[in-house]
Nanobody, 124 residues
């Protein structure tokens, strides 16, 4: 059974940087795609960034492109989300997700496994 455990959330100020981590376990991820989603209060969960595990190919939502970077460490089975130039609108619970296959999906129902989430709050 795949387990995803996020860490690294916190309270930041506008313009700060923060790195989230997602430790993955339970199987080999060579045929998987990983992603970060986020959910702000009162809003639906939305796609932020995705990465194809074996190739490292990435895709970003327009709202984070140029500020966020997704990466993975295959030796540590960990996915990262480096968030720079944070804005108050980045405030959300951030979730790590995994799906079989090598196509980055942007819909929540495409993903089979989810972490518990980590809170990121950006003050103005």
């Amino acid at each position: 059974q795949v387990q995803l455990v996020e860490s690294g959330g916190g309270l930041e100020q506008t313009g700060d940087s923060l790195r989230l981590s997602c430790a993955a376990s339970g199987r080999a991820f060579s045929g998987y795609t990983m992603a970060w989603f986020r959910q702000a209060p009162g809003k639906e969960r939305e796609f932020a960034a995705g990465i194809v595990w074996p190739s490292g190919s990435t895709y970003y939502a327009n709202s984070v492109k140029g500020r966020f970077t997704i990466s993975r460490d295959t030796a540590k089975n960990t996915v990262y989300l480096q968030m720079n130039r944070l804005k108050p609108e980045d405030t959300a619970v951030y979730y790590c997700a995994a799906k079989g296959g090598l196509r980055i999906g942007i819909q929540t129902d495409e993903y089979d496994y989810w972490g518990q989430g980590t809170q990121v709050t950006v003050s103005s």
